[in-house]
Nanobody
Framework: QVQLVESGGGLVQAGGSLRLSCAAS????????MGWFRQAPGKEREFVAA????????YYADSAKGRFTISRDNAKITVYLQMNGLKPEDTAIYYC?????????????????WGQGAQVTVSS
């Protein structure tokens, strides 16, 4: 069982930046691919970014490319999402997620563990 706790959400003006953090409870953190999804009111949960077990590979939704950066620190058992150039349409609850092994998936149903979510609100 892996527990994930997000932090760093908040209210920011359009064009601003936020960094989300996700602390994991497992001692085998490097054995998990990590990802971020988001869900806006009335919409389905959507993929934002993911990173491989070692951090060598990262994957982004088209909406995140060039603005968001995912990273991880296996020594600190933490994954981050740096978000720059935020837009009102980025407003959502952001969820940290984990799945054992390698390989990415854009389908939230294939990820095994989830945090409680962090609210990100971008005002225009």
């Amino acid at each position: 069982q892996v527990q994930l706790v997000e932090s760093g959400g908040g209210l920011v003006q359009a064009g601003g930046s936020l960094r989300l953090s996700c602390a994991a409870s497992t001692r085998t953190f490097s054995g998990y691919s990590m990802g971020w999804f988001r869900q806006a009111p009335g919409k389905e949960r959507e993929f934002v970014a993911a990173i491989s077990r070692t951090g060598s590979y990262s994957y982004y939704a088209d909406s995140a490319k060039g603005r968001f950066t995912i990273s991880r620190d296996n020594a600190k058992i933490t994954v981050y999402l740096q978000m720059n150039g935020l837009k009102p349409e980025d407003t959502a609850i952001y969820y940290c997620t984990a799945r054992p092994g390698s390989g990415n998936s854009y389908d939230y149903r294939t990820w095994d563990y989830w945090g409680q979510g962090a609210q990100v609100t971008v005002s225009s």
